[in-house]
């Protein structure tokens, strides 16, 4: 997941939340705030995790978005 994000020089990611969701938990979900060298929050991450009951297929998707709300980087993999 880190390799997808768009990080500026010095930026960091800092876990804020965990959960899952569906009928059998099979989709976890990730918050990250995005972190300058001084420790303000400048952006977030979430990161999907979902595992399909049938087949067992995973998809994975990525959304990250600036301090505006703005989206920087959205993709499923």
Known sequence: MKD???LN???TLKQ???????TM???DIWTYAVLDLSGNKVGSVVHADH????????TQSVEQR?????IVVDVTW
Not at 51 to 58: D, E
């Open 4 to 6: 997808r994000v768009k």
């Open 9 to 11: 020089p010095g930026e």
């Open 16 to 22: 804020e939340s965990h959960r899952s969701k569906g």
């Open 25 to 27: 938990a099979e989709t």
């Open 51 to 58: 595992t399909s009951i049938k087949g067992f297929n995973r």
């Open 66 to 70: 600036d301090a505006n709300g703005k």
